[in-house]
């Protein structure tokens, strides 16, 4: 019975890492990266970063981003970064002259061979409005200009269509999470029964025996 157990839970594992890696993880990849094309040429801009917060770790990470891969970024208390503030207020940012700032933006210009002038960043926030999520950065507003209002406001309107997907991934985060939980207490029940029922047929050998030795 309980390797049973065992086969189904393997079988609902590896369909859920299954779905995870072929579907949903492409589905959301692709539409990432569409927004992380589609905002800078809208806000006339070089880059666009994506960022996705962990309120467990306390990690905010890459999700997507110009020219960097997922996970190239990992933004923890130790930096001073514009995206670690808009994340932990919740508002949002308009940075200029970063040429001469310290900060994470430095340690990834040293990292890419990109030089960060301005920032707009802006949170990315949860579908019932609650708490932050996540947030979108746009670096450098082409021919030496400063991100403004307009800029903000636009930017906001396309995030708005962002929440869904974010949300989708925080989500999924989380359930795999859970699921790994169960998946764990699952078999240790599993062990802790097959221990319980060994017990209890060593148990019943050892007093039969009693019985037919001193009978």
Same mark, same amino acid.
């Given at each position: 019975?309980?390797?049973?157990? +065992?086969?189904?839970?393997? %079988?609902?594992? #590896? ?12 589905k959301d990849?692709? =539409? =990432? ?11 006339? #801009?070089?880059? %666009? ?13 890459? +999700?997507?981003?110009? $020219? !960097?891969?997922?996970? @190239?970024?990992?933004?923890? &208390? ?14 949002? +940012? ?26 707009? %960043?802006?949170? !990315?926030?949860?579908? @019932?409005?609650?708490?932050?999520? &996540?947030?979108? $950065? ?9 991100f403004n ?23 999924? $985060? +989380?359930?795999?999470?859970?699921? @790994? ?8 029940? #599993?062990?802790? *029964?097959? *221990?319980?029922?060994f017990s209890?047929?060593? *148990? ?12």
């Amino acid at each position: 019975m309980f390797n049973k157990i +065992k086969t189904q839970i393997d %079988c609902i594992k #590896a369909e859920r890492s299954y779905i995870d890696a072929e579907w949903d993880a492409e589905k959301d990849k692709a =539409l =990432l990266s569409f927004y992380v094309k589609i905002m800078p040429k809208l806000l006339d #801009a070089e880059r %666009c970063s994506i960022f996705i917060y962990d309120p467990e770790s306390k990690v905010i990470w890459l +999700k997507a981003g110009t $020219q !960097i891969k997922e996970r @190239d970024i990992e933004v923890t &208390g130790e930096y001073d970064s514009v995206v670690g503030n808009v994340i932990e207020t919740g508002k949002h +940012k308009i940075v200029d002259k970063l040429n001469g700032q310290t900060g994470i933006h430095k340690e990834m210009d040293e990292k890419t061979g990109f030089k960060t002038r301005n920032i707009l %960043c802006i949170p !990315i926030m949860s579908l @019932d409005g609650k708490k932050v999520v &996540g947030a979108v $950065q746009i670096l450098n507003k082409k021919d030496g200009k400063s991100f403004n209002e307009d800029d903000r406001i636009q930017l906001e309107e396309i995030t708005h269509y962002l929440e869904l997907t974010i949300e989708s991934i925080f989500l999924s $985060q +989380k359930t795999a999470g859970i699921l @790994d939980t169960v998946f764990a207490l699952m078999g240790k029940i #599993a062990l802790i *029964a097959i *221990a319980t029922v060994f017990s209890i047929a060593t *148990a019943l050998s050892i007093y039969w025996l009693v019985i037919y030795f001193m009978g």
